[in-house]
């Protein structure tokens, strides 16, 4: 019955989808809509949602339950409890309608994909929108060395931060932080290679697009370029023959590589009469932010509120002000407490356990390159970033949730 569904959703239902899929890649291009700056993707989900809502209503398409929806829903209320408890609930209460989104997000995406052809296209899809970023990305660059007077540069690039200057740019192409740009450009790299593998692009094409995500992905100057390392370890790995003697030295490689940066995070070079070493700022706002979790352990600080309170000294003399926790499980812990990060722990868990056994069956490999794309860019890069608000993992958590339950169907 799920495949008779899917064929009789509407064509605009899955239209909407795919170009819901499509704009993750360019998440900074806003668009003015009476007089309010708009995100792209969050005015193409009115249109799916709506799509969705007119074939159920019409009995077009009957909503397919999943377990993983019961996650869904304790993390949401351990969110509305975070509201109602808030230090300030009004402020916290103006958050809750995106984090639903987010939600909302997976769901759809989950429940929309029926069948394997439609997850195929959501992947072509989402290749189509990182090809837009990476393009926007090769710009930036060229832009930075031939016209770096250029007033487009500000908007493509990021601050240095913690990062030394030095004549580079840290780019943001399409996304609102450098970090953020890494993080959508590590699960597309994995997707790339996953696409190629199953034959629905060309080699030499995924090669060229691969190989431009990889550029654009070093000029961020991100720490989670260790997960880039780690997924291209572990996707190796998985699909490449089973007696290559290559695989076992890749995964070695890509996780020494993955530590190597993950301790990087945690210190800061600071020049004085020479190179000395000083705890990173990320170490500073994960105390901060341990902190606050501790003074309200059980429902949080509340929703939206800064976790956290320090002064950062950047490398090019200028300061900022962190209040964010730079880490998704701290940030989700300080802001809800520990019925949050029970909720948030409990998702990680459960996505790994499934990716464990499609791994052990070695049977459906889209599920395994989809489980890589989680590990890397939501578990490994959650550790120094706070990426629980990002639409693009959102949406390849519903991609996984689809996959899993498209192999059962079939399985049965």
């Given amino acids: 019955m799920p495949e008779i569904a899917e064929e009789r959703?509407?064509?605009?239902s899955r239209f909407t989808f795919l170009a819901l899929v499509t704009?993750?890649?360019?998440?900074?291009?806003?668009?003015?809509?009476?007089?309010?700056?708009?995100?792209?993707?969050?005015?193409v989900f009115l249109c799916v949602a709506a799509a969705w809502l007119f074939d159920v209503a019409r009995r077009r398409n009957r909503p397919i339950w999943h377990p993983f929806y019961w996650l869904l829903l304790f993390y949401l209320t351990s969110l509305t409890l975070s509201c109602l408890f808030s230090t300030d609930p009004r402020q916290s209460f103006l958050h809750l309608p995106s984090e639903t989104y987010l939600l909302a997000l997976a769901f759809l995406t989950a429940d929309v994909t029926r069948n394997s052809a439609g997850l195929k296209s959501a992947l072509i899809a989402w290749l189509l929108g990182a090809a837009f970023a990476v393009l926007a990305g090769v710009v930036t660059i060229a832009l930075f060395y031939a016209q770096p007077s250029s007033p487009l540069l500000d908007d493509l690039t990021y601050h240095y931060g913690a990062v030394p200057v030095g004549n580079?740019?840290?780019?943001?192409?399409?996304?609102?932080?450098?970090?953020?740009?890494?993080?959508?450009?590590?699960?597309?790299?994995?997707?790339?290679?996953?696409?190629?593998?199953?034959?629905?692009?060309?080699?030499?094409?995924?090669?060229?697009?691969?190989?431009?995500?990889?550029?654009?992905?070093?000029?961020?100057?991100?720490?989670?370029?260790?997960?880039?390392?780690?997924?291209?370890?572990?996707?190796?790995?998985?699909?490449?023959?089973?007696?290559?003697?290559?695989r076992s030295i890749a995964v070695l490689a890509a996780g020494l590589a993955a530590l190597a940066f993950l301790i990087l995070s945690t210190v800061s070079l600071v020049p004085l009469a020479g190179l000395t070493f000083a705890p990173s700022g990320r170490i500073m706002v994960w105390r901060d932010a341990f902190r606050t979790f501790t003074e309200n352990p059980l429902t949080g600080h509340g929703l939206g509120l800064p976790v956290a309170n320090v002064v950062f000294k950047n490398s090019e003399g200028s300061y900022s002000l962190l209040t964010d926790a730079h880490n998704t499980y701290l940030s989700v812990a300080a802001q809800a407490g520990v019925f949050g990060l029970v909720a948030i722990v409990a998702i990680t868990v459960y996505f790994l356990y499934k990716w464990k056994d499609a791994i052990r069956d070695r049977r459906n490999h889209v599920l395994i390159g989809l489980g890589v794309a989680f590990l890397c860019a939501f578990v490994y890069q959650g550790l120094t970033g706070s990426f629980e608000h990002a639409r693009h993992l959102w949406v390849l958590m519903g991609l996984f949730i689809a996959a899993e339950r498209i192999e059962t169907d079939q399985n049965s």
């Fill in 23 to 43: 704009s993750l890649g360019f998440i900074q291009v806003p668009i003015t809509l009476f007089g309010q700056s708009v995100v792209v993707t969050d005015l």
């Fill in 168 to 246: 580079y740019p840290r780019i943001t192409a399409t996304f609102v932080s450098a970090s953020m740009f890494c993080d959508y450009l590590n699960v597309s790299l994995i997707l790339t290679m996953l696409a190629a593998a199953a034959g629905w692009i060309s080699h030499r094409l995924a090669l060229a697009l691969g190989l431009l995500v990889f550029i654009c992905s070093v000029f961020t100057i991100s720490v989670g370029l260790g997960g880039m390392f780690l997924g291209l370890g572990l996707i190796f790995y998985f699909l490449s023959y089973p007696m290559s003697r290559l």
């Fill in 9 to 12: 959703s509407s064509w605009f």
